[in-house]
């Protein structure tokens, strides 16, 4: 089955700089990833997704990159703000989107 | 309405008890899917519904019993747990199952 990896775990910058999140998956048959934002005590929010036949999305200060042949997709966060702070989580869909498959998470903070 | 609802929002049980947990959309979604999260982890798929019939049963122990009463409504019977089930239950949906899927606030459940 699909496996997801995730790097870092934990990424700390500082307010007003990029941050960059890595996944892996495994299986090539994936076609969906999406990015999740998670908030202590909240619900994971969606705020960007990317199907395989395109290289690279953009939505405002987000971004996300694909690269198929070599299996992993990244998010991009640029101009950070404190509000930004949260856990986030990738993701890889197959056939169909239902089943996703999630990364480990990693924790972003953002520092003043 | 553009959210999806989850009640209870907590909820405490002892191992012999029956109770459910609900899930409703106004969106017009026809996809409809439970997870589980555990503290500091990613959610993990547990059933899927598309167009009110299941699609995905990820090997889900059968004292967790799904069920969908029409396109709006989705439920978790539970019955005879564990401890080790304790979680946050997260419900989501998705237009159809090739779409980016939109998370319910979750139910907590404690197994005494």
């Known amino acids: 089955g699909e496996n997801v990896e995730q790097h870092p775990s934990t990424l700390s910058v500082q307010e007003g700089d990029s941050a960059v999140i890595k996944c892996t998956y495994s299986?090539?048959?994936?076609?969906?990833f999406p990015w999740y934002k998670q908030e202590l005590g909240k619900r994971p929010q969606l705020i960007i997704d990317?199907?395989?036949?395109?290289g690279e999305k953009k939505d405002q200060r987000i971004a996300v990159t694909l690269n198929k042949t070599a299996k992993h997709f990244s998010l991009h966060i640029t101009e950070t703000q404190p509000e930004d702070s949260a856990v986030y989580f990738c993701?890889?869909?197959?056939?169909?989107?239902?089943?996703?498959?999630f990364g480990q998470g990693t924790r972003l903070t953002i520092n003043p | 309405d553009t959210e999806v609802t989850q009640t209870p929002k907590h909820l405490v049980m002892g191992m012999t008890n029956k109770k459910s947990l609900k899930c409703e959309q106004h969106?017009?979604?026809?996809?409809m899917y439970w997870y589980k999260q555990k503290a500091k982890k990613p959610p993990e798929l547990m059933f899927v519904?598309?167009?009110?019939?299941?699609?995905i049963n990820e090997s889900v122990p059968s004292r967790f019993s799904p069920e969908c009463p029409n396109s709006s409504l989705l439920n978790l019977h539970l019955h005879a747990l564990q401890p080790e089930d304790s979680a946050l239950y997260l419900c989501?949906?998705?237009?159809?199952?090739?779409?980016?899927?939109?998370f319910g606030p979750g139910t907590r459940l404690t197994v005494l």
């Open positions: 993701a890889a869909g197959g056939v169909g989107a239902q089943k996703l498959v």
């Open positions: 990317i199907r395989s036949n395109v």
């Open positions: 969106m017009g979604h026809r996809a």
């Open positions: 989501a949906s998705s237009v159809t199952g090739d779409h980016g899927q939109f």
């Open positions: 519904y598309s167009y009110e019939k299941l699609s």
């Open positions: 299986d090539s048959a994936s076609n969906y």
